[in-house]
């Protein structure tokens, strides 16, 4: 592992662990309803976009390496300096300074590109993969407290940034003149910006699904984001491989149709969940460290493969877009923070749990279908047409949230239930 890697790494990790920080800050000074979490998520994701927008453009002017290391030093800062803010100013002020660390961890991506701009895909996955570690360290916040959390995050951030101070940014990386880069047009980066709103919003709903089935609380919920997290970096590392055999605009058409199909079949999955956690619980005795383990594969199963298809949109885009990789990463991470708003206040309300999951799988499939039509492979396209009309079909026929599964009681009396052959079996009676 380089030194470009294990920025990549700890900047993941620190952008994770101040996002679920941001989060509990957001629950102490709005409530922890509906509109905290969005307000709290959306904010954190737009400060991204902002920061990567202007970050990456002086680093264009100023240098990479130069900029990477102030933003970092900047982030550092703002992290341990976000709990005493917290505690003599009140919550509004330290959920502030996480955002401005949002700003400058927005920029890391498009710096770190400038700095390896042939590594592109293998940085964005090891972002998504130092998220997972993020998680891990958001989930031990009762163990070792917040500011602890901020502090390791900050000062991994700053080690890193030390060590990548005398990388020198390639020529290839400024003007892009005699980089391999694919030519992306309008239409690609509207796709990229679809995806990334589409990711936002499914990890938002199957967030919710999946509570449903392993319960509420932090340790579940730390672990289906580091499975979903996972995921998105495997697609990562996969995405910028298609740019090989396909163009651009087709391979996000594809990436987007594989989206959809794997949202159509995490919703046919999704009913069977309740009978797998109860035979979880009773394998693991009620071990949390096993019992997390089984869960995290449960929700590989289900939703593993929509977040491998989605993870795998913006580096493929980006690494097709070159130059414009700091633009097209704020537009992403922009359509990201609207996400979040539409679906907690538009779609839930309107269509329900369920009835989002499908319509987010429905908008993969529209769009996917739109970007591989204009493949000029016949044999393709007819594949394309025909997978969009049976994903279609199957996402209308797919089971919706059903009543046994809402009031099953599998997340809140899971012992209870796998005592016996008879209760596990029963609750469907319920």
């Given at each position: 592992?380089?030194?470009?890697?294990?920025?990549?790494?700890?900047?993941?990790?620190a952008?994770?662990?101040a996002?679920?920080?941001?989060?509990?800050?957001?629950?102490?000074?709005?409530g922890s309803?509906?509109?905290?979490?969005?307000?709290?998520?959306?904010?954190?994701?737009?400060?991204?976009a902002?920061?990567?927008?202007?970050?990456g453009?002086?680093?264009r002017?100023r240098g990479?390496?130069?900029?990477?290391?102030g933003?970092?030093?900047?982030?550092?800062?703002?992290l341990?300096s976000?709990?005493?803010?917290?505690?003599?100013?009140?919550?509004?002020?330290g959920?502030?300074?996480?955002?401005?660390?949002?700003?400058?961890?927005?920029?890391?991506l498009p710096?770190?590109g400038?700095?390896g701009?042939?590594?592109?895909?293998?940085?964005?996955?090891?972002?998504?993969a130092?998220?997972?570690?993020?998680?891990v360290?958001?989930?031990?916040?009762?163990?070792?407290?917040?500011?602890?959390?901020?502090?390791?995050?900050?000062f991994a951030?700053?080690?890193?940034?030390?060590?990548?101070?005398?990388?020198?940014?390639?020529a290839?990386g400024?003007d892009?003149a005699?980089?391999?880069?694919?030519?992306?047009?309008?239409?690609g980066?509207?796709?990229?910006?679809w995806?990334?709103?589409?990711m936002?919003?499914a990890e938002?709903?199957?967030v919710?699904?999946?509570?449903?089935?392993?319960?509420?609380?932090?340790?579940?919920?730390?672990?289906?984001?580091?499975?979903?997290?996972a995921?998105?970096?495997?697609?990562?590392?996969?995405?910028?491989?298609?740019?090989?055999?396909?163009?651009?605009?087709?391979?996000?058409?594809?990436?987007l149709l594989?989206?959809?199909?794997?949202g159509?079949?995490?919703l046919?999955?999704?009913?069977?969940?309740?009978?797998?956690?109860?035979?979880?619980?009773?394998?693991?005795?009620?071990?949390p460290?096993?019992?997390?383990?089984?869960q995290?594969?449960?929700?590989?199963?289900?939703?593993?493969?929509?977040?491998?298809a989605?993870?795998a949109?913006f580096?493929?885009?980006?690494?097709a877009?070159g130059p414009r990789?700091?633009?097209?990463?704020?537009?992403?991470?922009?359509?990201?923070a609207?996400?979040?708003?539409?679906?907690?206040?538009?779609?839930?309300?309107?269509?329900?749990?369920?009835?989002?999951?499908r319509?987010?799988a429905g908008a993969?499939?529209?769009a996917?279908?739109?970007?591989?039509?204009?493949?000029?492979?016949?044999?393709?396209?007819?594949?394309?047409?025909?997978?969009?009309?049976?994903?279609?079909?199957?996402?209308?026929?797919?089971?919706?949230?059903?009543?046994?599964?809402?009031?099953?009681?599998?997340?809140?009396?899971?012992?209870e239930?796998?005592?016996?052959?008879?209760?596990?079996v029963?609750?469907?009676?319920?």
């Amino acid at each position: 592992m380089n030194r470009l890697d294990a920025a990549a790494l700890a900047v993941g990790a620190a952008g994770v662990a101040a996002e679920c920080i941001a989060l509990r800050f957001g629950a102490r000074a709005w409530g922890s309803g509906s509109f905290a979490v969005s307000a709290a998520l959306s904010g954190f994701m737009a400060a991204m976009a902002a920061g990567g927008w202007w970050l990456g453009a002086l680093g264009r002017r100023r240098g990479a390496a130069a900029v990477f290391l102030g933003s970092s030093l900047a982030a550092s800062l703002c992290l341990v300096s976000a709990v005493p803010a917290f505690l003599w100013a009140g919550p509004a002020f330290g959920l502030l300074s996480l955002l401005a660390a949002a700003a400058a961890l927005g920029g890391a991506l498009p710096l770190l590109g400038l700095l390896g701009p042939q590594s592109l895909g293998r940085l964005c996955a090891l972002v998504s993969a130092g998220g997972v570690l993020g998680a891990v360290l958001a989930r031990v916040v009762p163990l070792l407290g917040v500011q602890a959390v901020l502090v390791v995050s900050g000062f991994a951030l700053a080690a890193a940034a030390i060590a990548v101070r005398p990388l020198r940014e390639p020529a290839s990386g400024r003007d892009g003149a005699t980089a391999p880069w694919a030519e992306l047009s309008g239409f690609g980066v509207f796709l990229c910006c679809w995806a990334g709103a589409v990711m936002m919003g499914a990890e938002a709903v199957w967030v919710r699904l999946l509570s449903l089935v392993f319960g509420s609380t932090t340790g579940a919920f730390a672990t289906v984001l580091a499975v979903f997290l996972a995921a998105l970096a495997a697609g990562a590392a996969l995405g910028p491989r298609l740019l090989s055999r396909l163009r651009p605009v087709p391979a996000l058409g594809w990436v987007l149709l594989a989206a959809g199909v794997s949202g159509v079949l995490a919703l046919a999955l999704f009913p069977f969940l309740p009978d797998a956690a109860l035979g979880s619980w009773k394998l693991s005795s009620g071990h949390p460290a096993l019992l997390g383990l089984l869960q995290a594969g449960l929700a590989a199963a289900v939703i593993g493969p929509l977040a491998v298809a989605l993870g795998a949109a913006f580096p493929l885009a980006a690494a097709a877009g070159g130059p414009r990789l700091a633009p097209l990463y704020a537009a992403s991470t922009a359509a990201g923070a609207v996400a979040p708003w539409i679906v907690t206040y538009v779609l839930i309300p309107w269509l329900g749990l369920s009835g989002t999951a499908r319509a987010l799988a429905g908008a993969c499939l529209a769009a996917g279908a739109a970007g591989a039509a204009s493949d000029g492979h016949t044999g393709r396209r007819r594949a394309a047409g025909f997978g969009v009309c049976a994903a279609a079909l199957a996402c209308v026929l797919a089971p919706g949230l059903t009543p046994e599964v809402v009031h099953s009681g599998v997340a809140v009396y899971p012992a209870e239930l796998a005592s016996s052959e008879e209760e596990a079996v029963g609750w469907r009676a319920r």
